[in-house]
């Protein structure tokens, strides 16, 4: 079955990645919607890059507990294939949940993921990224063919640069903020603008 596939995305730190204020995120929650006031809802997925795990596997690779989890990241790390993760409820969990798709891999207990994870060969996500992983789920689980894919309130750029902004002097205190020539770069680039543009741009966001 084809279908519309909407998208919900959970920070801002994703679009601030997107628009070039930030790197790429490495991970993002998303939510997947039939429709785009959100009344459908079909799964919540994690996605994450290898950015992401170079990061953890430093932080786990000398914990013991964590040696086959560690492994499994170093594969996904040496590839290029996307990988899913999954996780799994306790039979005897007071708030037990199974994710009601078939296709999904039942564990020892024959039960169904709680939640699972969206490993992508990349080292930061953007919105092609996003668009990827929603065509793989949808395939893989929930027997759909997204033929068209809609991020749902998508932040504009203005949007984005005002929380950023804000973000800034919330945990950086009250400073003058300096945009970077690396900034003004990568905005220039990513938006297809001129650099006066782009000045005036961040200037009216601060």
Known sequence: MTTTIYVETSSY???????????????EDIVLHKDNKQRNKLIAICVCTKNYFRNAVEELKDDPDEADFVQKIQVFLDGDKVCYHYYYDSPGDEDLYELPYEKLPRNEHG???????????????NE????????????DYLDLEADHISFIEPTNREEALQAYSEDIARFRGNVKLVFT?????????????????????LERGV
């Not at 603008?193 to 782009?198: A, G, I, M, P």
């Open 13 to 27: 730190n994703f679009w601030w990645g997107v628009y070039g204020m930030e790197p790429l995120t490495g991970w």
């Open 128 to 139: 092609a990224v996003i668009e990827s992983c929603v065509r793989e789920v949808s395939r």
């Open 181 to 201: 020539e690396e900034l003004i770069e990568s905005m220039m680039k990513k938006m297809s603008l001129k650099r006066e543009e782009v000045v005036n741009l």
């Open 111 to 125: 039960m169904y993921p709680r939640s699972f994870e969206v490993w992508y060969p990349s080292e930061g996500i």
